[in-house]
């Protein structure tokens, strides 16, 4: 099946840092989206993302599918960026592979 | 907020006993998935429904079960329960196949 690996799987910033987040993976896919799990729980959906680049406000999102990987972008960041990043992977049909994420820290 | 509703919130059971979490997708959704969160495995997909038929099984254990309903709403019953099965178990739901996912708020199951 599909492999993912994130990195770095920690980091803290202070805030106003910049930052960029790296998916890597094994196989060829369709379907590949972004989330973010806050301190809450949540998980919530960032970008839909198989190829190609989109942004969202401060947060912007690149994957080469050629070459397998995918770059979440965090620019200014903020304390309310804190929590866990995941990517997940799907190749047709197949359901989505999470990574083990990326856990940001943002320092005031 | 998702649009996706997760009942109840919080499950506080004993070993042995069967208990039901309940997903309503969002509206005009026909997939649901569910997965569940745990410390030491993170998120694994356990099971997927598209329009009441089941669509993909994960790693989900015989004594776990689902089914979607013609309102489109799903269950997830876990029996037997043993103290590992203690996770976050979430509901997701897509338009479609290869659709952004939208999560709902998850379900905290505790077995002592």
């Known amino acids: 099946g599909i492999q993912v690996e994130q990195s770095p799987p920690d980091l803290i910033l202070q805030e106003g840092a910049n930052s960029t987040l790296r998916c890597n993976f094994s196989d060829s896919v369709n379907n590949l989206q972004w989330f973010h799990q806050n301190p809450w729980g949540q998980l919530i959906n960032l970008f839909y993302?198989?190829?190609g680049t989109k942004q969202n406000g401060r947060l912007s999102a690149t994957t080469v599918a050629t070459e397998r990987y995918s770059l979440l972008y965090i620019s200014s960041s903020q304390t309310t960026d804190s929590g866990v990043y995941f990517c997940a992977l799907g190749e047709g049909n197949t359901p989505l592979v999470f990574g083990k994420g990326t856990r940001l820290s943002v320092i005031a | 907020d998702s649009g996706v509703t997760q009942t109840p919130k919080h499950l506080i059971t004993a070993t042995g006993q069967r208990v039901t979490l309940r997903c309503s997708p969002r509206?005009?959704?026909?997939?649901v998935y569910w997965y569940q969160q745990s410390l030491d495995q993170g998120l694994q997909f356990l099971i997927q429904y598209y329009n009441g038929e089941e669509r993909a099984k994960g790693n989900i254990l015989e004594r776990f079960s689902a089914q979607q309903f013609p309102d489109l709403h799903s269950e997830l019953n876990l029996s037997s329960l043993e103290l590992g099965d203690s996770a976050l178990y979430f509901c997701?739901?897509?338009?479609?196949?290869?659709?952004?996912?939208?999560f709902g708020p998850g379900t905290r199951l505790t077995v002592l």
């Open positions: 993302i198989p190829s």
């Open positions: 997701a739901s897509s338009v479609h196949f290869r659709d952004t996912q939208y």
């Open positions: 509206s005009g959704d026909l997939s």
